[in-house]
């Protein structure tokens, strides 16, 4: 049905860098089917930490803004396969992901409240046991060693429900 003419474009499309190509990406990419983006999302999870430190905050300043734009059902898609994907990493590369993220929103916690955070907490009660355990467990070492200010804004945006499948 594809031809590898259109993953080796798909790669090349993938690649490319600058104005907002990344939050365009991440909205087609939740449209793609299961094998492609799988493929395509933990290839570029790996690359995310060759980037130097202003593309990794585009990226994900990037995917914080296109998330809400994204149907739920394609986004509830993307979003359970990259929590999928990130339980496959080692520790130090899901620690470095979601530190990124858990940074960003705490700097500025306005990008996490424009996102379905009801939705997403079901999303995460889909994974398996020990895989909500992996994200779980290096979720809260993560926001446990913000400084107290930090973690103060990110307690105040995370919803009540989802602190106590977390384990707050």
Partial sequence: MFSHDFIF??????????????????????????????????????????????????VINNALEAGPTIPFLNFSKLFKTWLKIL???????????????????????QKLIT??????????????????EIIADTVKRIINNLDENSKRKMLLVIPDNAKIHLKF
């Fill in 9 to 58: 474009n798909t790669d090349q499309i993938l690649s490319m860098v600058g104005e907002n190509f990344a939050g365009n990406i991440i909205v087609n990419l939740a449209s793609l089917p299961d094998f492609l983006r799988n493929q395509i999302l933990k290839k570029r999870m790996i690359e995310f930490f060759t980037l130097g430190e202003s593309e990794k905050n585009e």
């Fill in 115 to 132: 996102f379905n955070l009801d939705g997403i907490l079901e999303i995460f009660l889909t994974l398996e046991e020990n895989e909500k």
């Fill in 87 to 109: 339980t496959t990493l080692s520790e130090e590369q899901r620690e470095g992901i979601f530190s990124a993220y858990i940074t960003e929103v705490a700097n500025s916690p």
